[in-house]
């Protein structure tokens, strides 16, 4: 299961999207973190199955996207909105950020 919330802008949505298991948890490795539990309301959205949450994202309408646990990330490599080149890695947690430039 996937939190997902879209936070719309007038260039697009922000999506925020982690795994279920991850809410709530930090992750650090030398100088980064990542804090799902001080930012948990920016992610906790809709709680989605796999395809629900394939559904509601699409490269036209992403603006930037934060992206973080394994099952996310692999969404939206399958999509095609980033490449297995484009993952990084936090404590052996996979994640994504996305930008569009327009």
């Given at each position: 299961?996937?939190?997902?919330?879209?936070?719309?802008?007038?260039?697009?949505?922000?999506?925020?999207?982690?795994?279920?298991?991850?809410?709530?948890?930090?992750?650090?490795?030398?100088?980064?973190?990542?804090?799902?539990?001080?930012?948990?309301?920016?992610?906790?959205?809709?709680?989605?199955?796999?395809?629900?949450?394939?559904?509601?994202?699409?490269?036209?309408?992403?603006?930037t996207a934060?992206?973080?646990?394994?099952?996310?990330?692999?969404?939206?490599?399958?999509?095609?909105?980033?490449?297995?080149?484009?993952i990084a890695?936090?404590?052996?947690?996979?994640?994504?950020?996305?930008?569009?430039?327009?």
């Open positions: 299961m996937i939190y997902l919330r879209l936070h719309e802008t007038d260039r697009g949505a922000i999506v925020a999207m982690c795994d279920k298991e991850l809410l709530g948890k930090v992750f650090s490795e030398g100088k980064h973190e990542i804090d799902l539990k001080k930012y948990a309301d920016f992610y906790k959205g809709d709680l989605l199955d796999r395809n629900a949450a394939e559904k509601m994202i699409s490269k036209e309408s992403i603006y934060n992206i973080v646990g394994k099952e996310s990330v692999g969404i939206c490599v399958d999509k095609g909105l980033a490449s297995e080149s484009d890695m936090i404590s052996g947690v996979p994640y994504l950020h996305i930008y569009r430039i327009a």
